[in-house]
């Protein structure tokens, strides 16, 4: 999860324009403010090429998507950045959450004790311990403002610079929980599914037909949490430049040239916009069914997913699938 959001913020650091007034192929103005200010063309490139594309195929090619050394080395990259503990601090959050909805966390691992239980907790001090430094760095250059938001929206104040950050992180994590919320009642009886006005027509939606939704959502989902994700990325993305003597808290050159690759953002989107919301579905699903934001962005899902901006995924995973050769898992499972 880290390591798609770090690069999620790369990406927008990559294709950030420099300088919205500037002549792309005679576009109106109105044109390249959707696409290039906005981020409209980096959102669906991104999301068609970077997500639905290789989720289409991985769906029903999962062998031969995994059976390559690239698919190796990126297992082997997110266990290294997982044992480095930097995302530690969301088992803080899962025993929390364990403890609060009475749910035992269920693993196969022993208990913990000795130096191992000293590592592991240390590390989930250091978790926290970054977690708040990457929090103090984006709001006082958020308060300051000196965030891409400065330099793209100048007339929009710094409070509600502040407010949008949080806000769209709320709706990354509804997002993120809804998929947790939706898979886990998935099995569950009609008339068990949802107890609440909302819930129950959020169920009714989703599960309409033979849940024939439920994909939809799933396109929908995607897109707006790509979106959100690019929105959140211009937000905290620091537009402070190394050696004028404005760097944030006085840090070095070189650290400073580093927090503008945007890791602080990525650390604090994955932990408390995407973790901590998936934990909170897992444990209490009913409470996202029963939620009128989950009905409300269940129907903006849908309607993305109707407009037909991300059609040319389907397209595109047949054209993959022919060149890299992939078969269904049922060639090799029966």
Known sequence: QFMVLLVVFVINQCGNPLDPTVDVLGLPDGVKLVFLDIGLGMIIFTCILGQLTTQVNASH???DFINNYFALFTLYTAMA???SGVMHSSYLIQNVLSMVSGKPIQSNEEPKSGFTFIFFWGRVLMSLAILGFCLAVTLSALF???TQMAVKYPNVPNGVSVFLFFFFMAIVGMLEGMQIAFFAVAKLP????GSSFFGKKTCDLLFKGNGENLPGFMIGRQLTVVFSFFLVASITGLNITPGEGENVFGVSDGAQAFLNYGFQGAVITTILASITWQLAASAFPMAFL???VTYILLCI???LER????AGAWVLARVMKKVTKIQYDEVYVG
Do not use: D, H, S, Y
């Open 61 to 63: 090619c999962m062998i």
């Open 81 to 83: 950045v997982e044992f």
């Open 301 to 303: 899902a849908l309607f």
């Open 144 to 146: 300051n403002g000196q």
């Open 307 to 310: 407009t037909g901006l991300c």
């Open 290 to 292: 029963n939620n009128p």
């Open 190 to 193: 009609a008339e068990e599914r």
